[in-house]
């Protein structure tokens, strides 16, 4: 099956700082999902990018499928920015593995 | 439109004993996922199905099993229970096409002692 490595594990900014989590998986894929755990657990679907760029708002993220790796960035990070980031790629089997996820720790 | 319900969102076991989480998705969903969450780990995948009558294990599938009669339902039955098993657990939801969201329900907190 897929192999996702997310990397950094642990990052600590201060409110303002701009971001980029990288998430390395070690097959093809055709669908790559990346999600944010508040600290309360909830899970939110951020994107659906299994390959390109797409924007939202501060967050934007980046897969380059043929390289097998995939950045989420984060700009003028803010507190509620907080939390646990996880990306979830697939392939044709419709297994969907998640990453052990970056901690972020926006301090004010 | 309630999306993914998960249920109990509770629930204390005694070790030994056996216990049925119920997931239900209303959005016509093909794939449907199990997953437990350690604490300050990340989201383990136990099964999954891509549709009714169909299922397959995940990366953790010992100690549990499942079934999908149903499009909207996705059970997770615990045997035996054992303190392993005290974890959060999610259920998902997926169209399982290009484009579309997965969906989580909130989350059982499950404790064996």
């Known amino acids: 099956g897929i192999q996702v490595e997310q990397s950094p594990p642990d990052l600590i900014l201060q409110e303002g700082a701009n971001s980029t989590l990288r998430c390395n998986f070690s097959d093809s894929v055709n669908n790559l999902q990346w999600f944010h755990q508040n600290p309360w657990g909830q899970l939110i679907n951020l994107f659906y990018i299994p390959s390109g760029t797409k924007q939202n708002g501060r967050l934007s993220a980046t897969t380059v499928a043929t390289e097998r790796y995939s950045l989420l960035y984060i700009s003028s990070s803010q507190t509620t920015d907080s939390g646990v980031y996880f990306c979830?790629?697939?392939?044709?089997?419709?297994?969907?593995?998640f990453g052990q996820g970056t901690t972020l720790q926006v301090k004010p | 439109n309630a999306g993914v319900t998960q249920t109990p969102k509770f629930r204390i076991l005694k070790i030994g004993q056996s216990m049925t989480l119920q997931c239900t998705q209303d959005m016509n969903h093909n794939y449907m996922y199990w997953y437990r969450q350690d604490p300050g780990m990340g989201l383990k995948l136990i099964y999954y199905?891509?549709?009714?009558?169909?299922?397959d294990k995940g990366e953790v599938p010992n100690g549990y099993n499942v079934s999908r009669s149903t499009t909207e339902d996705f059970p997770l039955r615990l045997e035996l229970a054992a303190p392993s098993q005290t974890s959060v657990y999610f259920c998902?939801?997926?169209?399982?096409?290009?484009?579309?969201?997965?969906?989580f329900g909130e989350g059982s907190w499950l404790t064996v002692v």
């Open positions: 979830a790629p697939s392939g044709n089997t419709g297994k969907l593995i």
């Open positions: 199905s891509v549709g009714a009558g169909i299922t």
């Open positions: 998902a939801s997926y169209r399982g096409s290009s484009g579309n969201t997965i969906y």
